[in-house]
């Protein structure tokens, strides 16, 4: 007998229990079952990888083996060559159900007839679904996944055959008796792909069936650390409990990053022993590093005009839009999973925040001539006040067009500082970020490891502010000190620098700028200004 393999992270595709470490559907979906009990309609929606096909294929399994229900989970994703061809994409879609209808290992009564019923498009999915549920002996459910793949004419057909259905099942007409339309977008925006607009006053919308919007949230600490545990229970290997608050603090319970950090550190670093917080740390700047498909799905849409509109104001700290245009960007880039909060708009997690600060720094740190060894002094310790010289000579040479050829050009100053810095401390130390909408700030940790006079390990840790400085504004040093103040408390540091760069029309010559002081900050701490 064929012994059984040890199961893993996934990080790729769909979890099979019998494989992957993976957590029960129950505990991530835990109003799906109520609502199908109800026999309502609903969306469920959620960022890619995030373990939304999981599962729906795990509850569908779990619903049949009740055996009141015929749950079958399904992908449209074939469908989305057929454009608005709404008859090509009819037929795609019941290739698909029958096609996983097939391989559901259900007894032959279950199962969809074989050939669907013949009827004239626009109409073939309520037919086939009608003639199903007659013949069934259960309550057929069903989970459309990929529906974000349908578009234009052909997802208003099929969701308006949804619509004329689900109407007709008080007259004794059978069809499902749920659905579920499972994708990476909430309702709103599948009313505007499908031609219509946002709100919900239109009472002919083929929305107007689906009783709630479902989001597939990421893990708690608590489900890290139970999925973590199905590891130390397999193997003995145990991660503690810092690792696995540092894990929840970097992914903030982002379900592919919670397996990519595990699966870097168990399989790609071969680490042995328990996992801690320095090994998790490596592991991230190795999946920063590598760049891998998820996070470049991610970074491919910071152009895309909705996206930069909602990102660029978070990396500059500026105020968001008021306007309804906003607002939907807003939905649209927190589906996507880039972004957390309503209000309060910042980058979902510290990884992201990374990547994305990273990625749209590419351009300018090609400009960096600097060699990084030449920041690291005699006793191993990061040189912050040689790097900011440094970066007042770049900053003369480069700034202005550097500026002119950002995509993102209100966050322009941010972006050029990091990406400078990043080439400096890359490789040596760590960069620890914190950025967010209306806070009119940027804040930045260095944390830099060397070795003591007597070997000891000691970490240095060194803290800056960013602010600009912009037309019409007041100087904002004195803001700027208070809030470099409150960072530094939170850090129990005694000191840091304050970058201000002036983006004001009667600023200083380019040739000019970079006029250091010494100052003090209103809880007397001795700091570092620099203004650019």
Not at 243 to 257: H, S, Y
Not at 310 to 317: D, F, K, L, N, R
């Given at each position: ?12 595709g ?13 505990q991530r979906?835990p109003?799906?079952?109520?609502l199908?009990?109800?026999e309502?309609?609903?969306?469920l ?19 049949t083996?009740?055996g009141?229900v ?16 709404y ?9 698909s ?28 999915l ?19 996944d990929?529906i974000?793949?349908l578009?234009?004419?052909?997802l208003?057909?099929?969701?308006s055959?949804?619509?004329d259905?689900?109407n ?10 749920s659905?579920?339309l499972?994708?990476l ?13 946002s ?15 479902l ?6 600490a ?5 999925l ?10 145990e991660?503690?409990k810092d ?15 919670v ?10 670093m071969g ?12 592991a ?6 590598a760049r ?17 509109r ?8 500026a ?6 245009a ?8 927190r ?11 910042e ?7 990374e ?6 720094g590419?351009?300018t ?10 920041f ?7 040189d ?11 900053w003369?040479e ?13 966050a322009a100053c ?14 040596g ?8 909408a ?13 070795t003591g006079?007597e ?6 840790r060194?803290a800056?502010?960013?602010k600009v400085?912009r ?5 904002p040093?004195p ?6 103040d ?9 000191t ?22 010494q100052?003090t900050?209103?809880?007397g ?5 620099l203004?650019?």
């Open positions: 007998m064929r012994t059984p393999r040890a199961r893993y992270f996934n990080t790729t769909p979890c099979d229990p019998r494989r992957h470490y993976m957590l029960p559907s129950t979906l109003d799906a079952q109520a199908i009990d109800m309502r309609y609903f969306v929606h959620a960022p890619r990888q995030t373990g939304k096909t999981t599962a729906l294929d795990t509850l569908a399994s779990e619903l083996a009740e009141d015929a749950a079958l989970s399904f992908s449209c994703e074939s469908a989305k060559v057929a454009g608005d061809d008859g090509a994409a009819e037929s795609l879609l019941l290739e159900l029958r096609d996983a209808a097939k391989w559901s290992g259900w007894p032959e009564e279950l199962l969809p007839p074989d050939p669907w019923p013949q009827s004239t498009p626009g109409s073939r309520r037919a086939a679904l009608r003639e199903w549920c007659h013949r069934c002996p259960r309550r057929v459910v069903l989970f459309m990929e974000d793949a578009q234009g004419n052909s208003v057909s099929i969701l055959q949804l619509r259905g689900h007709a099942r008080h007259k004794g007409r059978p069809f499902p008796a659905v579920v499972c994708g977008r909430d309702l709103r925006d599948y009313k505007v792909a499908s031609g219509g607009s709100d919900r006053s239109n009472p002919a919308s083929p929305f107007n069936i689906v009783a709630k919007s989001r597939l949230g990421d893990f708690t608590d489900q890290i650390a139970d973590y545990d199905q590891h130390t229970q397999a193997t003995g290997q991660f503690s690792a696995v608050d540092r894990v929840f603090e970097l992914t903030q319970g982002q379900p592919w990053l397996n990519s950090l595990a699966n870097e550190i168990v399989c790609e680490l042995s022993g328990t996992i801690n917080t320095t090994q998790v740390d490596e991230k700047e190795r999946l920063i590093r891998a498909t998820h996070l470049d799905a991610l970074v491919a849409r910071l152009h895309e005009p909705r996206v930069k909602v990102i660029e104001p978070i990396v500059a700290g105020s968001p839009g008021l306007d309804a906003f607002d939907d960007a807003v939905f649209y880039v589906d996507l999973g880039l972004i957390r909060g309503t209000r309060d708009l980058i979902a997690n510290p990884i992201y925040r990547v994305l600060l990273r990625v749209l590419d351009r740190e090609r400009f960096v001539r600097a060699d990084p060894h030449s690291v002094l005699p006793d191993g310790r990061f912050l006040p040689g790097m900011l010289e440094e970066f007042v000579v770049f003369r480069h700034g202005e067009v550097l500026i002119q050829q950002e995509g993102y050009h209100e941010q972006i050029i500082l990091m990406a400078f810095l990043h080439r400096l401390v890359n490789g130390g760590q960069l620890d970020r914190e950025y967010a209306g806070t009119k700030r940027l804040d930045v940790l260095v944390r830099w490891p060397y006079p070997g000891e390990r000691l970490m240095q060194e800056m502010e960013l400085w037309a019409g504004e007041n100087d040093t803001d700027g000190l208070v809030q470099l409150r960072y530094l408390d939170r850090l129990t540091l005694s840091g620098a304050l970058v201000v760069f002036d983006r004001r029309p009667e600023a200083p010559p380019w040739g000019e700028r970079g006029a250091f002081e100052t900050t209103p809880s701490r001795q700091v570092t200004v203004r650019v």
